[in-house]
């Protein structure tokens, strides 16, 4: 019953096209994040979901329900918003049990009822011991549980979720990921989570909806959106530093394809029907290797800038007029201008059509 279809939907706001024929499901108990860069229209998805926003075109299904016309109020569903949207003057226990006690709610629920509701949703997010304390007298990170709970305690069988994690600070960020990952466990609920934070959407979902421009990009798991993305702009949005992504000329010689790149020649793991093409080759910052000067198929390249991460380092290298980032093992020894050796890892080689810019399937 709570799986969700979105069919065909189209939204435009007075000429403009905000979402363009976007089809895609989430299945009963999933969750599913989407993911996508500021105005991708993630939250337009969302609010049409919910019945907030109404669609110019195109079905929502709930389960085999057609629910396109249906009210807000009649969806079985709850939503987290970003700013929390709480009463600053009541304390946590009236705003937790706010949903509750609704008009439309009224006399649905006795007060015992309320409390054990109340009661279940405050210890999901740590927040039982505080159930006096007003909003307005909380952190941040405390108000976000809030929120979180005023969600839970109407048990609905959907959650919707807008950035909630957007205004913690990094470490909260972190914890309240792992609680929200232990609460769709516990709850079995299905959750719809928006985000423009890849991190947060490999950490916690199921699957991974990449939207841009309106339009989806890629449905599939973390490991599926990371290892094999469809397009250049998925390839990107995934990953820290993201994916360098260059054109490369091939040509075949001696049975084996070589690629040339701002004047260097390396070799390819390449059928030679790729002789003669030029594609754009992807490789992530962490599949670059610095070598020993003088190693197979390497590339030189200058250093132009390093950064320290600890443990780690990323280095940003100049070939020919291009730029490369590599992310290594912090190694003391690399300066700035200095010429060091790059081999890339073919095992994690990506392959796009240097047009289209989808992904080239060998
Ligand atoms: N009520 C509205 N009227 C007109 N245009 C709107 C309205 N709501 C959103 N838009 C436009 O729709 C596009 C998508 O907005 P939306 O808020 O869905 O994007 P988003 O992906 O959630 O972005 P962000 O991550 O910045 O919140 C934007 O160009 C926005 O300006």
């Given amino acids: 019953m709570a799986s969700i279809r979105l069919n065909q939907v189209v939204k435009k706001y007075d000429d403009n096209l905000i979402i363009n024929r976007l089809t895609m499901e989430c299945k009963e108990k999933e969750f ?8 991708a229209g993630k939250t337009t998805i969302l609010k049409m979901i919910a019945g907030i926003e ?3 075109g195109g079905s929502v299904f709930f389960g085999e329900r057609d629910y396109t ?4 109020q009649d969806r079985d569903l709850s939503m987290v918003f970003e700013n929390y949207a709480l009463y600053p003057h009541l304390s946590v226990r009236e705003n937790i049990s706010f949903p509750l006690k609704s008009p439309k709610k009224k006399g649905q629920f006795s007060a ?3 409390e054990k509701r ?11 011991d505080k159930l006096e304390r007003r909003t307005d007298q909380l952190s941040g990170g405390q108000r976000q549980r809030v929120s979180l709970a005023r969600a839970l305690v109407k048990k609905t069988s959907v959650i919707l979720m807008d950035e909630p994690l957007a205004h913690l600070d990094a470490k909260l960020r972190v914890q309240m990921r792992g609680e929200l ?19 947060e959407a490999m950490a916690m979902a199921d699957r991974i909806a990449v939207t841009n421009n309106g339009e989806l990009q890629q449905i ?5 959106i990371y290892f094999q993305p469809r397009n250049e702009f998925v390839a990107t949005i995934v990953g820290e530093p993201p994916m360098n992504i260059f054109q490369a000329e091939l040509a075949a010689r001696d049975g084996k394809v070589y690629g040339s790149w701002e004047g260097q020649t390396f070799e ?5 029907s790729f002789s003669g093409k030029a594609v754009d080759i992807g490789i992530r910052p962490n599949n670059i290797n610095l070598v020993p000067a003088g190693s197979d198929n390497s590339l030189a390249a200058i250093v132009d800038d390093v950064e320290p991460l600890g443990r780690q380092q990323i280095v940003t290298v100049q070939v020919g007029g291009r730029m490369l980032v590599v992310k290594s093992d912090r190694d003391r020894s690399i300066t700035l201008g200095q010429t060091v050796h790059l081999q890339f890892d073919y095992a994690y080689l990506h392959l796009f059509d240097t047009v289209t810019k989808e992904r080239m399937v060998l």
């Fill in 32 to 39: 599913l994040a989407i993911l996508g860069p500021s105005g």
């Fill in 181 to 199: 990952k232990r609460i769709h466990q516990d709850l079995g609920a299905t959750i719809i989570y928006v985000t423009h934070d890849y991190i």
């Fill in 54 to 56: 109404e669609v110019t």
């Fill in 69 to 72: 016309r249906t009210s807000p």
């Fill in 112 to 114: 015992s009822e309320i």
């Fill in 220 to 224: 599939g798991t973390p490991e599926e």
């Fill in 118 to 128: 109340v009661q279940e949703a405050a210890k999901m997010v740590g927040l039982d």
């Fill in 268 to 272: 390819v793991p390449l059928p030679g």
